[in-house]
């Protein structure tokens, strides 16, 4: 097991790095961009300015950074309150506790995705969260100049998922300009829902309330941190060439008559949220078990296995070990250690290829066996992972935004890559900042 190293925070390497990580992002968005010559730098460096001062501000100033820290100590404390349901429904009469096996997840991880889908649907019915969203909005609107649905649609993805933050704008979803409906896209990719982040803090943190608050200051501050960088990535790949709306207005979701109704339908969406992580994680980590038996074969056949287990920190030929050796590169412009960029490489293909879920997993059981050199990698880990982008979030988004406009179903399907693209772009923009000033 090795022992973690703390870095000792800002140094002109990193620095240095990171500046070569960001323009080969921005060499990145720029191959791929649609229309090279529309692309607005201004923009874009308005985007990456606030992705730096909130990085600052979260990390380096110390009154944002207790503000972070204490909305982490309230989602610690709601996990708490999860647990509190969890004994009650799967505990034994007789001890009191949980003798199930599947407690590890089934039984401690899915109820809060369920119970934060309701605390999600009340406060949004309280009128708390569009609050917030309309302040996000209009700042985003007023320093990048953007349409008024595509910054109500970024900012409500800080808090929603992929297919409940197009709610807020769906009056305007048929009347989108391409280049808005990506950004739409884009941000749903970017970012990570209430329900889902506080099952990742519990991957990360565990049981240990000082571990859970510090990733959940982590996860808060990339989720806010990606929506302007999808923008970025967004207006990169497909520039703004149209006439688009400038009304700043906030839908109202239908949360229902009262409180109560609120709860209800916030309970049922996170409960079929729940059922569907459940079943996803089951499919692709069989797939991926049945992958890797596949390769060790080739392996064995091939003696392939020897040297690898000779000459890498990997036993054996293996999907992981692919998806290491693939994304090592990105992850050392990241500011990742080269001890430790085949194990993040890893971890940003898992996410992709399969989910960020799939990922995070891998993350909290490689940080529990100590496979980390360096504690900064676990940190910028944990920022490439937050968010949606993987191949099977272009299915969910053109059926979920789909059956909102069925219209533009057509164009969320030419979108669908590009939208994968930026979304990706936008989680490293974010880790790759956060590398520079750890």
């Not at 100590?370 to 920022?383: D, H, M, N, P, R």
């Not at 490439?384 to 053109?398: D, R, T, V």
Request: aromatic fraction near 10%.
């Amino acid at each position: 097991m090795n022992e973690i190293i703390q870095t000792s925070g800002f140094s002109i390497e990193s620095l240095l790095r990171g500046l070569l990580g960001i323009a080969s992002l921005l060499l990145i968005a720029f191959a791929f961009s649609r229309n090279r010559k529309g692309i607005d730098w201004k923009l874009v460096g308005k985007g990456l300015g606030i992705q730096i001062i909130f990085a600052l501000l979260i990390l380096k100033v110390p009154f944002v950074s207790t503000g972070f820290e204490f909305v982490g100590k309230i989602f610690a404390k709601i996990i708490s309150f999860t647990q509190d349901g969890t004994m009650f429904l799967f505990s034994s009469f007789e001890t009191g506790i949980i003798e199930s096996p599947l407690m590890n997840f089934v039984v401690m991880i899915l109820p809060t995705v369920i119970f934060f889908s309701a605390l999600t649907s009340l406060f949004y019915y309280w009128g708390v969260l569009p609050r917030i969203v309309y302040g996000f909005a209009w700042l985003m609107k007023k320093i990048m100049r953007l349409s008024g649905p595509e910054s109500v649609a970024a900012a409500g993805n800080i808090f929603l998922g992929q297919t409940e933050s197009p709610l807020l704008v769906k009056p305007y979803l048929d009347k989108m300009t391409m280049s808005e409906m990506l950004c739409l896209m884009s941000g749903g990719m970017a970012t990570i829902a209430g329900g889902v982040l506080a099952a990742y803090i519990g991957f990360l943190g565990g049981d240990d309330p000082v571990q859970q608050i510090m990733f959940a200051k982590h996860l808060l501050a990339a989720s806010v941190m990606s929506a302007p960088a999808a923008i970025v990535a967004a207006k990169m790949l497909l520039p703004e060439k149209e006439k688009f709306e400038t009304k700043l207005e906030v839908s109202k979701a239908d949360m229902g008559a009262n409180a109560l109704e609120a709860i209800s339908k916030g309970t049922t969406d996170g409960l079929r949220l729940a059922v569907n992580v459940g079943a996803m994680l089951l499919v692709f980590i069989g797939l991926m078990s049945m992958a890797n038996f596949i390769l060790l074969k080739v392996g064995d056949w091939t003696t392939l296995n020897i040297w690898i287990a000779d000459h890498t920190q990997y036993d054996n030929l293996s999907f992981n070990m692919i998806l290491g050796y693939i994304g090592a590169p990105i992850a050392w412009l990241m500011g990742v250690c080269k001890e430790d960029m085949f194990l993040v490489g890893q971890l940003l293909g898992e996410k992709t290829v399969l989910n960020e879920f799939i990922g995070y997993m891998s993350l909290g059981e490689m940080k529990s066996a100590g496979a980390f050199v360096e504690q900064k990698s676990i940190i910028i880990a944990t920022y490439i992972l937050c968010g949606f982008a993987n191949f099977a979030s272009i299915g969910i988004q053109i059926g979920g935004i789909g059956a909102l406009a069925p219209k533009r179903r057509g164009d969320l399907s030419k979108l669908g890559i590009l939208a994968l693209i930026a979304g990706t772009l936008a989680s490293l923009f974010t880790a790759v900042i956060v590398g520079m000033i750890l």
